[in-house]
């Protein structure tokens, strides 16, 4: 069974700080897939960023970035310089490679808020 | 690029009634997955389709909730009847044909159930 742990719930940072979510995954598959989304207090979720498990390679994009490392199964996510815009639920997910397309296991969120 | 449709945006009504939730995916989407936000539960998968195909219904709570996707472009989400335990947020999402696209999600419909 694949399972996702998000286990801080709820990160609460002043603006201009770096903050780390942290997400730790579990799977028996060799071949799988992580992602991260958002989900602002108007309540969409918004693709942020996908991995598959043969590209361990950090990725940046702006003010975020991942660190993928498949020894301790972990999918961080860092956001550097937080703004408020920043403020919202970001969900870690996992599918495998079975079948054409599989399910999403979502973690249960972590709840940022970015104070001015 | 429209996203994927989703509609009503919010939905109350009384217990017993007969609720239709519905859903557009992106065009030329091949996969639909209807999902169900609440906040003991978190996000869970009730059911997808792929090409208009039911492929994994096994998150569908009970019978009394029902997904049909007659075409490409359309799904709905059908509870009868509805009880208060079925207030949430319902998540349509849609994604490409080749293996683990990032799904992409609708704006939710919010249902309260009275």
Not at chain 1, 40 to 55: A, C, K, Q, T
Not at chain 1, 87 to 104: I, P
Request: charged share 20%.
């Amino acid at each position: 069974a694949q399972k996702v742990t998000q286990a801080q719930t709820e990160i609460s940072v002043v603006e201009k700080e770096d903050v780390t979510l942290d997400c730790v995954y579990e799977t028996r598959d060799t071949t799988y897939y992580l992602f991260w989304y958002k989900q602002p207090p108007s309540g969409e979720l918004v693709f942020l960023i996908r991995r598959n498990s043969f590209d361990e390679q950090n990725e940046i994009s702006g003010r975020y970035s991942w660190n993928f490392q498949k020894s301790t199964s972990s999918f961080n996510f860092t956001i550097t310089a937080s703004q408020v815009v920043d403020s919202a639920v970001y969900f870690c997910a996992l599918s495998s490679s079975t079948g054409a397309n599989s399910k999403l296991t979502f973690g249960k969120g972590i709840t940022l808020s970015v104070r001015p | 690029d429209a996203g994927v449709i989703q509609s009503p945006r919010h939905e109350v009504t009384e217990m017993g009634q007969e609720v239709t939730l519905r859903c557009k995916p992106i065009s030329g989407h091949d996969y639909l997955f209807w999902y169900r936000q609440t906040m003991m539960r978190g996000l869970e998968l009730l059911i997808y389709f792929n090409n208009n195909v039911p492929i994994d219904d096994s998150g569908m709570p009970e019978d009394r909730f029902s997904a049909k996707m007659p075409n490409a472009s359309f799904s709905t989400l059908k509870i009868q009847p509805s009880e208060p335990r079925d207030s949430a947020v319902y998540f349509c999402a849609s994604s490409g044909q080749t293996s683990n696209q990032p799904q992409h999600f609708g704006d939710g419909t919010r249902l309260s159930i009275l």
